[in-house]
């Protein structure tokens, strides 16, 4: 898809009903995002998720899907050497039936081991939410240039250590394009602007619904829609038509 210039649409997935709807529609990739512990179970953050918590909502979501592909995140603590990293990954995939596994930070050897042992990899730069507690908070990364560059270096790391996608979160739009037009691997947004190859978000959050305030850099699909359904065709069909994010989105 990124070779024939084709958008890539991706919404976050954590159950049986929604991830059918998702897959009707034709949303590209299912993501079952640690974001579960948020929307799901209401912690504050996504650090509380568990292996256990991700291999039983990606089952849902995998056993719900024909034809979309399904990422999996890797929570917390759960890949902190190549080892422990490949136990998880395979609970994700065997248990899960996850496709590809999607971790944070730039874990080079986790990520080139990974991939040796045939599982497929989605890196993730940027914001890092598993980190919130380190970083005080969730704020956009890359805005200097040492930081953006350090950005881009890990991005490209983590394509020759095999990654085969790249999550790249709240980061300024023109840094997220330089590193899209850099890699051959897809990039997919969130509040990272219009240039990405792909875009995700969390389903509650353009759907309106949940416990927090919607972040900035999603929209509410169901003003105007008629249907939940009709909300994510609205969110598919803008995604592919690069008319999603705005500017008003994007930082
Ligand atoms: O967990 C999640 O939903 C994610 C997205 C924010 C990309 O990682």
Redesign the pocket.
């Known amino acids: 898809m990124k070779r024939n210039g084709e958008k890539i649409s991706c919404l976050?997935a954590y159950d049986a009903s929604f991830a059918a709807l998702l897959d009707q529609v034709g949303i590209d990739v299912l993501?079952v995002?640690?974001?579960?512990g948020m929307v799901i179970q209401g912690a504050n953050s996504?650090v509380p998720v568990t292996v256990d918590d991700m291999a039983y909502h990606c089952r849902c979501v995998a056993g719900a899907a024909q034809r979309a592909f399904i990422v999996a995140?890797l929570p917390f603590a759960s890949y902190a050497e190549p080892a422990q990293a490949l136990a998880n990954a395979a609970r994700l995939m065997q248990q899960g039936l996850a496709q590809m596994v999607?971790l944070e930070g730039a874990k080079i050897e986790v990520v080139r081991f990974l991939v040796d042992q045939g599982v497929p990899v989605c890196g993730?730069l940027g914001l890092l939410?598993q980190s919130v507690n380190r970083l005080g908070g969730y704020r956009v990364q890359g805005r200097d240039a040492a930081q953006a560059e350090t950005i881009l270096r890990e991005a490209q790391q983590l394509e020759q250590a095999g990654a085969g996608l790249l999550?790249l979160?709240c980061v300024p739009a023109v840094l997220a394009k330089a590193i899209s037009q850099t890699l051959a691997i897809p990039v997919i947004g969130?509040g990272a602007g219009v240039d990405c190859d792909g875009q995700?978000l969390?389903l509650y959050d353009m759907l309106n619904i949940g416990t927090g305030n919607r972040p900035r850099f999603s929209r509410n699909f169901m003003a105007g829609a008629a249907s939940i359904e009709d909300a994510v065709v609205r969110y598919h069909q803008a995604v592919k038509a690069a008319q999603f994010p705005g500017s008003e989105h994007s930082y």
């Open positions: 976050t993501l995002g640690d974001s579960l996504t995140d999607k993730h939410p999550v979160e969130i995700v969390v």
